[in-house]
């Protein structure tokens, strides 16, 4: 009545006695007049609070006000209904609908509840996500992240070891259907091999014992006074045009991600584990770096061909390393012949190398390994016969290819490095010496402009030999079959570099991903040995700040002393 002016004449300001006794008097329902008093006081959207007083609202803000109360009726009612959802699923543990199954109202709360879990506070919905939690709970979550992760876990959306980085960065772990189908049908019409040559050549493959991508198989063929290393790659730019759907999932995965408890594949496994992985006695195209060596060990030229392969021997590092400890005398057959003409070059080109002052030490390599006993894990000898072989020949291949195309002017992504200026002094360095070089060494970076690569002790270098695992392989494999097939390279240079620098953001977030899981299961592993006491290396100080290293594991922290330590300095660290 006050607002349409159908009462007595408006005032500018009324109290709020004054405003109840419009609608009678306590006399007459005391109850009823205590609750009108708390209704206006509490933000009756007709009237306006100024101080002791209240005025009145004009109509248009009440209009909005009254959508705006009508907006918060329906989030409450929404916000209540998904409280009831999200409880039916907890009652319903094991049998929650799949994801492709769930309601909208569904799909919304679980959405809001990793919100929390992945701690995104700049989002929009996380406030939204908090209200949901203490409506859960009903109260206030004292750890909103961990309770939200806990929330998950119980509705089976989450295991407890889920790798929440992969969530965070929307990596997928499997293809999506259409992608699976096409690696499917690509396989089934993949075109016949090359017509095989008449070489004399037993390509072997080395790699893990439980690889199946299998990118990579080397050979050798003695020539009188000289040798030709044959480093063979599967030819995968030969079967994936670019253009694809396959190779736009590919370029946006930008590389295979290895976990300790899957590996998430670059490609789908239809083809990188099964049609263009290098398998034993079957015929696959590779592109073929044909390396003429000579007698010192020194590459003195590179010619590279298309051609189709048997794969002779597939070993592991460990086969390998038996075949290698042999005397040479002891093996007269052709593998063992070869893999020991095989390591003789690689420990002649690593010893060119380091002449050119690369650094050949590294921090150590880890191997987890997880079962329905626990974690366990192992470390690799990076420095074994086989390992050092395949790693010098790969290295090799990266060389002598960037001389390829600078040769032929082929537009190419170069890998660069400056070195940090100083050199280790002994052949025998200790992990803290190790840890004080790397962390002074110049990061690698990106180029169309050939430069050293000093780090590996090489004049210019290209990463080319692993197609399957890692897309910028394949670019490079790309360019280079092109200019061979057709005379001109697929990308221009301006083109490589836009899609390199993507690239490389890509590669960094899933190295990061990598060594987030393992620190992740190392701990793990370190949780299973509670009360046990183990020796701590510290790496490095910055005052009492110290970085320590765990040596059975490779496990880094920061630690703060309360006294500065010497490098070097042997710890004994209680598990807690």
């Known amino acids: 009545l006050l607002s349409t002016g159908t009462s007595s004449p408006k005032k500018a ?57 009508q907006v918060r009726i329906r989030e409450e009612q929404k ?41 995104r506070r700049e989002q929009r919905q996380y406030d939204e996500g908090i209200k949901l939690l203490e409506a859960i709970f009903e109260v206030p979550p004292g750890q909103p992240r961990r309770t939200a992760f806990d929330l998950l876990v119980r509705l089976g959306e989450y295991s407890p070891d889920e790798l929440l980085s992969l969530r965070e960065y929307n990596i997928s772990k499997s293809f999506p259907e259409n992608i699976e189908n ?18 004399d050549l037993l390509p072997i493959t080395i790699d893990d014992a439980h690889t199946l991508d299998r990118d990579d198989a080397i050979a050798l063929e ?76 020194a590459p003195l030229d590179i010619q590279i061909a298309m051609r189709s392969i048997r794969v002779a021997h597939t070993l592991s590092y460990d086969e390998a390393d038996a ?39 590294s921090m150590g390599e880890y191997k987890v390994h997880i079962s329905g006993h626990g974690v366990d894990i192992t470390e690799i000898n990076t420095s074994s016969p086989s390992r050092t072989l395949v790693q010098e020949f790969m290295i090799l291949a990266g060389w002598m290819s960037a001389n390829f195309c600078i040769s032929r002017q082929i537009p190419i992504i170069f890998r660069t490095q400056r070195s940090s200026g100083t050199q280790l002094e002994t052949h025998n360095p200790t992990l803290s010496e190790i840890f004080s070089q790397v962390i002074t060494m110049t990061p690698a970076s990106i180029g169309v402009t050939p430069s050293p690569h000093e780090g590996l002790g ?67 592993y370190y949780a299973q040995r509670e009360g046990e006491k183990v020796q701590v ?40």
Request: aromatic share 8%; glycine share 6%; proline share 4%.
């Open 13 to 69: 300001r009324y109290s709020l006695d004054e405003l109840v006794s419009y609608l009678g008097t306590p006399s007459e329902n005391p109850f009823w007049f205590d609750a009108m008093r708390q209704k206006i006081f509490s933000g009756a959207i007709h009237f306006r609070k100024k101080g002791e007083e209240f005025e009145l609202v004009e109509a248009h803000a009440v209009q909005q006000r009254e959508r705006q109360e």
């Open 79 to 119: 916000l209540a209904s998904m409280v009831e959802v999200l409880k039916q699923d907890l009652a319903a543990t094991g049998q929650v609908e799949s994801t492709h199954r769930r309601s909208k109202l569904q799909k919304k709360a679980y959405k809001l509840i990793e919100t929390i879990a992945l701690d």
């Open 182 to 199: 096409e690696a499917t049908e690509l396989r089934k019409k993949l075109s016949p091999p090359i017509e095989e040559e008449t070489l």
């Open 222 to 297: 003695e020539k009188g006074d000289h040798d030709v290393v044959h480093i063979m790659i599967t030819d995968v730019a030969g079967y994936l045009e670019p253009g694809s759907a396959l190779i736009h999932e590919a370029a946006e995965r930008s590389s295979s991600i290895y976990l300790p408890t899957q590996t998430i594949p670059m490609l789908p496994k239809a083809l990188s584990e099964d049609a263009l992985s290098l398998k034993e006695s079957t015929p696959q195209n590779v592109m073929d770096f044909q390396i003429r060596m000579d007698k010192e060990g």
């Open 323 to 361: 075949i290698l400890s042999k005397a040479e005398g002891e093996g007269s057959d052709a593998l063992n012949q070869t893999l020991i003409r095989l390591k003789e070059i690689s420990e002649k080109l690593r010893e060119q190398r380091s002449r050119r002052g690369a650094f050949l030490w």
């Open 458 to 524: 090489v004049p210019a270098y290209i990463q080319i030999t692993s197609p399957l695992r890692r897309f910028q392989d394949y670019l490079c494999q790309t360019q280079i079959r092109t200019h061979i097939t057709s005379g001109s390279a697929a990308f221009s240079e301006s083109e490589l570099l836009e899609r390199f620098s993507s690239l490389e953001e890509k590669n960094r977030i899933n190295r990061t991903i990598m060594r987030g899981a393992k620190a992740y299961w190392t701990l793990k």
């Open 537 to 576: 290396i510290v790496l490095h100080t910055w005052g009492r700040k110290a970085r320590l290293g765990f040596p059975e594991t490779g496990y880094q922290m920061d630690w703060h002393s309360e006294r500065e330590l010497e490098p070097g300095t042997i710890l004994t660290c209680l598990i807690l």
